[in-house]
């Protein structure tokens, strides 16, 4: 069954940095349209980032600055490289593929100290 496998979660201190991942190589997609999302407790899931096959990018407002989302189309991966991360940043984090509407099962990203 075609999916997408997210990894790079963890527990970080306030000003710190993960990058996520986000691998479609086991997908049939084009993977041109990819975005990140996460939902924390409580909260709708909301856009982090896109990026599409031409490598333009959208960020939500919460996090331009900070996190930079990149591909690496010959093996069909997505990054989101997060910096000066903070506590409101804490959440599970999905992908998606928005050709063929693919989810990951998301990765937990948790900011404390």
């Known amino acids: 069954q075609a999916h997408l496998v997210e990894s790079g979660g963890g527990l970080v201190q306030p000003a710190g940095s993960l990058r996520l991942s986000c691998d479609a190589s086991?997908?049939?997609?084009?993977?041109?349209?990819v975005g990140w999302f996460r939902q924390a407790p409580g909260k709708h899931r909301e856009v982090v980032a896109t990026i599409n096959g031409s490598g333009e990018t959208t960020y939500g407002d919460s996090v331009r600055g900070r996190f930079t989302i990149s591909r690496d189309s010959f093996r069909k991966v997505v990054y989101l490289q997060m910096n000066n991360l903070q506590p409101d940043d804490t959440a599970v984090y999905y992908c998606r593929d928005y050709t063929r509407n693919l989810w990951g099962q998301g990765t937990q990203v948790t900011v404390s100290s």
């Open positions: 086991r997908t049939t997609s084009s993977f041109y349209a």
